[in-house]
């Protein structure tokens, strides 16, 4: 059978997929492997556990008679390699949170309104460069043995490969990429004295960037988020944005041109698309506030019985509000040391009120990044969702009337590595381009209308949500 393979290196696992040229899934494959949290707020990852895993999902996707191989995966992860082009020190990945006063630095360095310019984004704690200058402060006999520097996908990319290459959507996240000309920054690496011959060359997204030992092309690929929403068919400005939600919670909008907003509450990076860019709100902790609260209860109770408990209370759960930052905050609060609340507890709660409220919470933290989105032009018709927490109806009837957005459902439930996929047929010649890949494979299963007395009701609430981080703030002494 004639098929693509989309490969998606995740945090916890490594999810391949297999798909015909009309985009049905014929096989589905995943790998886990541990994650290491050496100190708190540490996250760490051995970048071979990423190749072992990889290897045997490819293999089982058959993808050596693959037409193409796509690549997706984790962004921000820093991976430092020796002359020998082995890992000098695990990698530190997108939720690790070590790195603020190299932040500020990097601001301080840059000038904190010139690096939005260039990089559409302020430099945080979970991207690439500030990682790179805390190797330099803390750990000098590590940096000073650097030859090369690659993100996780493109590790897996150079075993497979044997290339040192990027595209553009992932590069986005370094801090050091011009997001506008679509290249590394020489400003931004002077100004960090960074030396450039570390970094791969850049590609776009569907172009080949490899080929495997048997001869297949692998496509350059795309951060996880370009590549889930590629694979939902958000292409183009004026169309469905991507609202995801994982463990993270994102609201995506592709834009036909670059803008950046100004104060950095937004992400600003290329697309998986050549010539178009995308603007991004994230919330660290969506799907991961609810496997919070499940296991905090006890993780013996099943998502079901959550539900049905938050089913029986009404929008609002009496004055109960839930702050959806347990692992710190981006969008629109950039702040590593948010953390989450209930605020309005009373006697009449209960565990499905507990629940509601936090299906609430991060709904309102998603709809705080869709009004930015719009702000800067994305103004999405509807949003395409995924991710764990899309498989709940509650969820979604809560999020599409907090949002005020209908929610459609693709047929294809396998996010980054259904859009590295289509990337591999792009990059193979099945597909002329990324919109013809989209027509030809993305298809609408369902749509969530949002429910109009609830639209109602939680435009009452939004503002009281909106009051809460500040009160945060302020008892944390901020």
């Known amino acids: 059978m004639t098929r693509l393979v989309g490969l998606d290196v995740g945090t916890t696992s490594v999810k391949g997929i297999a798909i015909d040229p009309h985009g049905a899934v014929v096989h589905v494959a995943e790998r886990g492997y541990p994650l290491s949290t050496p100190r708190p707020g540490w996250s760490e990852q051995d970048p071979d556990d990423w190749w072992r895993a990889a290897a045997e999902v490819l293999d089982e996707c058959e993808a050596d008679r693959a037409l193409g191989i796509g690549l997706s995966g984790q962004m921000h992860g820093l991976v430092a390699l020796d002359g020998d082009e082995r890992p000098l020190r695990p990698a530190i990945l997108w939720n690790d949170g070590r790195t603020r006063r190299q932040c500020e630095e990097i601001e301080s360095k840059v000038g904190r309104e010139r690096l939005i310019e260039l990089t559409g984004n302020r430099a945080l704690a979970g991207f690439t460069a500030p990682k790179l200058l805390w190797l330099r402060e803390e750990e000098p006999d590590v940096y000073e043995r650097i030859q090369s520097i690659l993100l996780p996908k493109d590790y897996v990319r150079l075993r497979l490969c044997d290339e040192h290459a990027i595209d553009v959507a992932d590069a986005s996240g370094t801090v050091l990429f011009d997001v506008a000309q679509r290249r590394w920054s020489d400003e931004v690496l002077d100004a960090l004295e960074i030396d450039r011959s570390w970094l791969p060359r850049v590609s776009e997204s569907p172009e080949v960037a490899g080929e495997t030992h048997g001869g297949v092309p692998v496509a350059a690929g795309a951060g996880d988020q370009a590549a889930g929403a590629l694979g939902v068919g958000v292409v183009s400005e004026g169309g469905p944005a991507s609202v995801v939600l994982g463990t993270s919670g994102v609201v995506f909008a ?214 809460v981080y500040p009160a945060l703030r302020a008892a944390r002494g901020d």
Request: with cysteine; hydrophobic share 40%.
């Open 254 to 467: 592709a834009l036909d041109s670059y803008s950046a907003d100004s104060e950095g509450r937004l992400h600003a990076f290329c697309h998986a698309v050549p010539g178009a860019w995308h603007v991004m709100g994230v919330m660290l902790s969506a799907a991961g506030s609810l496997r919070w609260l499940r296991d905090t209860l006890g993780g013996d109770i099943q998502y079901d019985e959550l539900l049905a408990g938050a089913a029986d209370w009404e929008p609002g759960c009496e004055g109960l509000y839930f702050a959806p930052y347990l692992a710190g905050e981006r969008t629109p609060y950039p702040d590593p040391d948010a953390r989450g609340a209930f605020l309005g507890l009373g006697l009449r709660h209960d565990r499905g009120a507990l629940t509601r409220a936090v299906l609430e919470g991060v709904a309102f933290g998603l709809r705080d990044a869709l009004d930015l989105v719009v702000e800067m032009g994305g103004k999405p018709a509807s949003g395409r969702v995924s991710g764990g927490g899309g498989r709940g109806s509650l969820w979604l009837d809560i999020v599409a009337s907090v949002l005020d957005l209908p929610l459609e459902v693709t047929r294809a439930d396998e996010g980054a590595a259904y859009g590295a996929a289509l990337l591999g047929g792009v990059a193979a010649g099945v597909w002329g381009d990324a919109h013809e890949a989209v027509e030809t494979c993305v298809q609408v299963t369902r749509t969530i209308e949002p429910r109009p007395e609830w639209v109602e009701r939680y435009a009452e609430l939004q503002p009281g949500f909106r009051r």
